[in-house]
């Protein structure tokens, strides 16, 4: 596949952020920006959103537990 040259300009912060990421997953700049647009245009990005924000909803109360499991004195929960 042919590839074409684009130019963009980003905040410092948000290019040290492409490149740290780009980097982790062992790929080019071009190509992780590549994927990006590619999940997004095909919307894989907001059926993942969507799938998590299910799982959350269903499972709430599991976090709600281990949560205030954490945060209940180690005392309290003996008797």
Do not use: C, N, W
Request: proline share 1%; glycine share 6%.
């Amino acid at each position: 596949m042919a590839k074409t040259q684009l130019g963009a300009r980003v905040d410092e912060d948000v290019a040290e952020l492409a490149k740290k990421r780009a980097a982790d997953l062992g790929l080019s700049i071009g190509d992780y920006l590549a994927r990006l647009v590619q999940d997004d245009a095909s919307g894989l990005r907001a059926r993942a959103v969507d799938a998590a924000a299910r799982f959350l909803a269903d499972h709430q109360s599991v976090f709600d537990e281990a949560e205030e499991a954490q945060q209940t004195p180690r005392g309290e929960r003996a008797a």
